[in-house]
């Protein structure tokens, strides 16, 4: 599809909706359940999902679009509703595309009649706002628009406001087209170099950004038992660290089932929390007999876990694995 063929349009006029009430009308007002993408992880309004070059956001992003398209299970995990999807993949080519797709279907994908691949669009401060808007008029049971990546596509600012206000604006313009339709976008976008406790401020760019996001995921490289780890924080959804595995044959990820800490360990702290799921509540004495290590290793090694939430432990010292 070529962009530039395509008529330019005005972004809708939202509708018109109450904005005011006493506090007894509020009580008894009806509104809609969200809609979601994905639910519990990708719901209507504007998500980013943010992380390293060449960590896998692109091939995470496609999958979870296809899976949708399908009404497959999103990563592997998650149930969905089947419908339209948009991948906007404007850093990527046909043929990259193609050769993505085609790896997908022969680890076993199936092929999506409702996933609609751009590689070619305008900025939204040139266009590119009739570009969605074509695409969701045709679509009215669409459920996810993918923008890959919104660096690409975000425009330049034109109201010479500061960085704050700039970053601000660029995602208020997806947003228009996101609450305007009740779709969910997902937003591909980067982590900064620097390093930060919270993960909402690796996210590049200012809290204009971050604060106009409906949702904020971040996706980072996992270490001992898991690929990577993915953050979620939103308005709509609840605070979480899911455990991912990434398989490079077939460029899917997939969401693990346990508490993401339980993932994260070294072998010796895996192999922990494997014989206890197996055999139940166990003391460090036992753990260490189990397991051919030496007694104060287990010990020491069961305490640092249940500190870092890895275990629990009991007041007589017996340790299991945190309930989900």
């Known amino acids: 599809m070529t962009a530039t063929a395509r008529p330019l349009a005005a972004v809708p006029t939202a509708p018109a909706r109450r904005t005011r009430w006493t506090d007894a009308e509020l009580m008894t007002e009806h509104f809609p359940e969200p809609r979601w993408a994905v639910p519990g992880l990708l719901c209507e309004g504007i998500n980013v999902l943010a992380?390293?070059?060449?960590?896998?956001?692109?091939?995470?992003?496609?999958?979870?679009?296809?899976?949708?398209?399908?009404?497959?299970?999103?990563?592997?995990?998650?149930?969905?509703?089947?419908?339209?999807?948009?991948?906007?993949?404007?850093?990527?080519?046909g043929r990259r595309l193609q050769r993505r797709r085609r790896q997908m279907l022969a680890a076993g994908g199936r092929a999506a009649p409702l996933l609609t691949l751009e590689t070619s669009c305008p900025t939204m401060t040139a266009g590119g706002d009739a570009v969605l808007i074509e695409w969701l008029e045709e679509n009215s049971g669409a459920r996810l628009v993918i923008i890959d990546t919104f660096e690409k596509m975000r425009?330049?600012?034109?109201?010479?406001?500061?960085?704050?206000?700039?970053?601000?604006?660029?995602?208020?313009?997806?947003?228009?087209?996101?609450?305007?339709?009740?779709?969910?976008?997902?937003?591909?976008?980067?982590?900064?170099?620097?390093?930060?406790?919270?993960?909402?401020?690796?996210?590049?760019?200012?809290?204009?950004?971050?604060?106009?996001?409906?949702?904020?995921?971040?996706?980072?490289?996992?270490?001992?038992?898991?690929?990577?780890?993915?953050?979620?924080?939103?308005?709509?959804?609840?605070?979480?660290?899911?455990?991912?595995?990434?398989?490079?044959?077939?460029?899917?990820?997939?969401?693990?089932?346990?508490?993401?800490?339980?993932?994260?360990?070294?072998?010796?702290?895996?192999?922990?929390?494997?014989?206890?799921?197996?055999?139940?509540?166990?003391?460090?004495?036992?753990?260490?007999?189990?397991?051919?290590?030496?007694?104060n290793t287990a010990r020491v090694t069961c305490k640092r876990m249940a500190e870092k939430g890895q275990l629990h432990v009991t007041k007589d010292g017996t340790y299991s694995v945190v309930p989900e």
């Open 51 to 93: 992380g390293a070059p060449k960590l896998g956001k692109s091939w995470m992003s496609l999958g979870i679009g296809a899976a949708i398209a399908n009404g497959d299970p999103a990563l592997n995990a998650i149930e969905v509703e089947r419908g339209p999807v948009l991948y906007c993949a404007l850093e990527d080519t």
């Open 155 to 295: 425009g330049s600012d034109t109201t010479g406001g500061s960085a704050y206000t700039s970053d601000y604006a660029a995602a208020a313009r997806f947003k228009t087209l996101a609450d305007h339709y009740g779709v969910p976008f997902l937003l591909i976008h980067h982590v900064r170099k620097q390093g930060a406790d919270d993960f909402q401020s690796t996210v590049s760019g200012t809290n204009g950004l971050t604060g106009a996001m409906d949702a904020i995921l971040v996706l980072e490289r996992g270490r001992g038992q898991a690929d990577g780890v993915l953050h979620v924080t939103g308005r709509d959804v609840e605070e979480a660290d899911y455990a991912m595995s990434f398989d490079a044959t077939s460029g899917a990820w997939t969401k693990l089932d346990g508490p993401a800490s339980q993932h994260l360990v070294s072998d010796g702290r895996a192999d922990i929390l494997r014989l206890l799921g197996e055999h139940g509540p166990l003391k460090p004495a036992r753990i260490a007999e189990a397991l051919d290590l030496v007694p």
